[in-house]
C-alpha cells in the first residue's frame, strides 16, 4: 500500500477528497484564492455543489471570502432528539398545523 493511501486510511479521508484540501483547511485558506478545481474539491468534501455553495454565500454574507472550515461533525442521537423536540415545540408553540 502506497503511503497516500496510508496516511488518507489514518485521516479517514475517501479517495475523492483532496489531502490538497484538508491541507488549505488546516492552513486557514479563503475560499475565494481557490482555483476552480479547488474549489470543487472543497465543496465536494462538503457534500454540495459550487454553485449552491456560492449562491448562498453570495446571499447570505454577500461574499466569498469565507475561511475553509472542515465539515461539520453529523450530530449523535441524542441531540438529534433534542433538535426535532425543540422543532416541534417550536411549530407548536406558533400554531402551524
Do not use: C, N, Q, Y
Given at each position: 500500500m502506497r503511503i497516500e493511501n496510508r496516511l488518507?486510511?489514518?485521516?479517514?479521508v475517501?479517495?475523492?477528497i483532496?489531502?490538497?484540501i484538508l491541507q488549505l483547511?488546516?492552513?486557514g485558506a479563503f475560499y475565494d484564492e481557490l482555483t476552480i478545481e479547488q474549489k470543487d474539491d472543497y465543496c465536494r468534501y462538503l457534500n454540495t455543489d459550487r454553485i449552491t455553495f456560492e449562491e448562498v454565500h453570495l446571499f447570505v454574507l454577500e461574499s466569498l471570502h469565507v475561511r475553509l472550515e472542515e465539515r461539520p461533525k453529523p450530530p449523535?442521537?441524542?441531540e438529534m432528539k433534542q433538535r426535532?423536540?425543540?422543532?416541534?415545540?417550536y411549530l407548536l408553540s406558533e400554531g402551524v398545523p
Open positions: 488518507k486510511k489514518l485521516e479517514g475517501r479517495d475523492d483532496s489531502i490538497e483547511i488546516k492552513s449523535t442521537p441524542e426535532i423536540e425543540e422543532v416541534e415545540a
